[in-house]
């Protein structure tokens, strides 16, 4: 069952790049969705929440289209300190995890 | 400075050989979960509990035990652990149901079981 999938990568960008991230989900019924970081080795930490209208935090957008059922995250200006892996995540109650995008920013 | 506290972080044992990961939260946060993650799977629910004395089974429960004597604590347990438990385990917590907006998941900085 792939209640969320995204695309694994690894996306390799130079620094300042625009990348963006793309996450599908099959439960029409999902309330909430977040994108989680996941530096390697470490535990994940949450990046955003994505409301429905779509928000923005400094260089990264987050956006959700129900209608097609996917959600998408927009980072600017890549930094190095931005390579990680991405989780997309969606709530029905319970959080269900994506496997992740990684992301590797080279100088 | 608030965070999640696993124990072990790193830990060999052999099939079979009880053993118990702890965990605890300086939050306050009602609502507690353990999580495992495994190569192409991701991130999986193993068990969680909404407060004190409230668990329930998450995605991926079999060959676990938790339980939630106190508010800060939630230990996981595996009675009789075998190789392919063998993962990386997250405990977490967030002070409201972990689905809700402002839900924030806080988790620990990982046990990594290896099971011969």
């Known amino acids: 069952r792939k209640e969320v999938e995204q695309d694994p990568g690894p996306f390799n960008v130079p620094e300042g790049a625009t990348v963006a991230f793309n996450c599908t989900y099959s439960n029409s019924a999902s309330q909430s969705f977040f994108w989680y970081r996941q530096d390697c080795r470490k535990e994940p930490k949450l990046l955003m929440s994505v409301y429905s209208s779509g928000n923005e935090d400094g260089r990264f957008t987050a956006q959700l289209n129900r209608a097609s059922q996917y959600i998408s995250l927009l980072i600017r200006d890549s930094k190095l300190s931005d390579s990680a892996t991405y989780l997309c995540?969606?709530?029905?109650?319970?959080?269900?995890f994506g496997k992740g995008t990684k992301l590797s920013v080279k100088p | 400075e608030a965070q999640v506290t696993q124990n072990p972080r790193y830990l060999i044992t052999v099939t079979g050989k009880k053993l118990t990961v702890t965990c605890s939260q300086n939050m306050n946060h009602e609502y507690m979960s353990w999580y495992r993650q495994d190569p192409g799977l991701g991130l999986r629910q193993i068990y969680y509990s909404m407060n004190v004395e409230v668990t329930d089974k998450g995605d991926v429960p079999e060959g676990y035990k938790v339980s939630r004597k106190e508010k800060r604590n939630f230990p996981l347990i595996l009675e009789s652990p075998s190789p392919n438990q063998t993962s990386l385990y997250f405990c977490?917590?967030?002070?409201?149901?972990?689905?809700?907006?402002?839900?924030?998941?806080?988790f620990g900085e990982g046990s990594r079981l290896t099971v011969l």
């Open positions: 977490a917590s967030s002070s409201v149901p972990s689905g809700s907006l402002g839900g924030e998941l806080f």
């Open positions: 995540v969606r709530s029905q109650g319970n959080l269900i």
